[in-house]
């Protein structure tokens, strides 16, 4: 039977047969590195989708506010980055982050809402 290597370091690999790493740390910093160029990119986005939801909750704390585009720039609410849409029957897109939303009633203001669970 061939002699087995590890795919991180190149070692030879004892135990079981279907073995493809010498030791957990081979495994890990193999899969990091296989994964690190779309990491960034999830990593960024993911932050963004985090701090504006951090942001509509800060400023929603009775469930339903209104609030200036001013305040939300000023907080460094990112509007590209949101989790669903939800159009109502008469038109009205509310954008999510996660169950934080916002509907822009008129240029610079929007409503803050948040997703209630059905039951």
């Not at 135990?15 to 990593?43: A, H, P, Y």
């Not at 963004?48 to 704390?61: D, F, G, H, V, Y």
């Not at 469930?63 to 939800?86: A, M, P, Q, W």
């Amino acid at each position: 039977m061939p002699e087995k290597k590890c795919l991180e370091c190149g070692d030879k690999i004892t135990g079981r047969s279907d073995k493809k790493f010498c030791s957990d740390q081979c495994r890990i910093s193999f899969n990091n590195r296989l994964n690190s160029d779309e990491t960034n990119l999830v990593r960024n986005i993911n932050n963004a989708l985090r701090k504006n939801r951090r942001i509509l909750l800060e400023l929603n704390t009775t469930g339903k506010t209104k609030v200036s585009r001013e305040k939300l720039n000023e907080r460094g609410f990112d509007f590209h980055y949101f989790t669903s849409i939800y159009t109502t029957k008469d038109g009205a897109v509310y954008h999510y982050c996660y169950e934080q939303g916002y509907l822009q009633t008129d240029k610079d203001w929007f409503l803050l809402v948040v997703r209630q669970e059905k039951k």
